[in-house]
């Protein structure tokens, strides 16, 4: 297993083993898009079965633009502890290695560049990434707790607070300057455990989990498209091809727009939190499907 060893993460041990499969000679080898995986149609499926979703906890992923990278973050149920991975595509082969210990809930942004860490985040340099930094005083601090924190083409920042009653906050540029983060409207901020933001490219419509009364069981994924006043629309259900009585969570719609991944995790009655877990993609003809219900503002 190849580790990569960047300016910020020096103390990673080399011997890291993100899963079992990898340690053997003759398992397939990862050819063409999407890791050689065949996309799927408006069925959910599990995305790379036993090298991306494994019998660890995987969760959260993101494309680079060019689709020549994949990033996710994954619990080693053996160690308990996260790391973050990278498939890159080499010579028309995928090949994985370890970035180092996860840090927040990673995020790309839309240029690929930059990989948002919660309030932190590292910029990409001719060698890897750079040291960890601070998004500034409007994001980190105490009494906020910033998991996921998801950005536009515009510079639009979209956050979740766990500290504060599960909320997302939106943070936009205006003549060139960072405006104080707010709070989304109270039909989105509704519901338990509102969490794990995403925000489209263009900045026209917003994808998070949540637990609400017009749900499935557990959290679902909802969505609210941006009229053109800046108005947000209705929070919608995206339904129960997407979302089960298990946990949906941690939405991201690939670079070029043809899939939509989450996560799906079972819920056990004896912790009674999300445990494994996978990450699955879908065709996301469900998202221009549910436009025209965002007509009228919640």
């Excluded at 003759?26 to 995305?47: A, D, H, K, M």
């Excluded at 455990?193 to 994808?207: E, K, M, N």
């Excluded at 089960?244 to 056990?268: C, H, I, Q, W």
Aim: proline share 6%.
């Amino acid at each position: 297993m190849k580790v990569i060893l960047t300016p910020a993460l020096l103390l990673l041990s080399a011997c890291v083993v993100t899963d079992d499969n990898n340690n053997q000679d003759n398992i397939p080898v990862l050819e063409g898009p999407y890791l050689g995986q065949e996309p799927p149609s408006l069925i959910p499926q599990i995305f790379a079965p036993g090298y991306v979703s494994t019998r660890h906890r995987d969760f959260s992923g993101s494309f680079t633009p060019d689709m020549k990278e994949f990033y996710f973050s994954r619990l080693n149920v053996d160690t308990e502890k996260w790391w973050l991975i990278r498939f890159k595509l080499e010579n028309n082969q995928w090949k994985e290695s370890v970035v180092g210990p996860r840090v927040g809930r990673p995020t790309l942004a839309p240029d690929g560049n930059t990989m948002h860490l919660g309030s932190q985040y590292m910029t990409r340099t001719s060698s890897g990434w750079s040291t960890v930094k601070s998004l500034g005083k409007l994001f980190d601090r105490d009494d906020w707790g910033i998991m996921r924190l998801s950005s536009s083409i515009q510079g639009t920042y979209i956050f979740d607070d766990y500290k504060n009653h599960d909320v997302l906050r939106i943070s936009e540029m205006k003549n060139g300057q960072r405006q104080p983060p707010k709070l989304l409207p109270s039909h989105i901020n509704s519901g338990k455990w509102t969490a794990h933001p995403f925000i489209a490219a263009d900045g026209s419509y917003l994808i998070w989990d949540s637990e609400k009364a017009d749900g499935f069981g557990d959290k679902d994924l909802y969505i609210s498209f941006r009229h053109n006043d800046g108005s947000w629309g209705n929070a919608v259900n995206l339904g129960k091809t997407i979302n089960t009585d298990a946990m949906e969570a941690s939405a991201y719609v690939s670079p070029d727009g043809k899939y939509l991944f989450f996560n799906r995790s079972p819920l056990t009655a004896k912790e009674g939190e999300g445990s494994e877990g996978d990450i699955y993609w879908v065709s996301a003809q469900i998202i221009d499907t549910l436009k025209a219900k965002s007509l009228t503002p919640g």
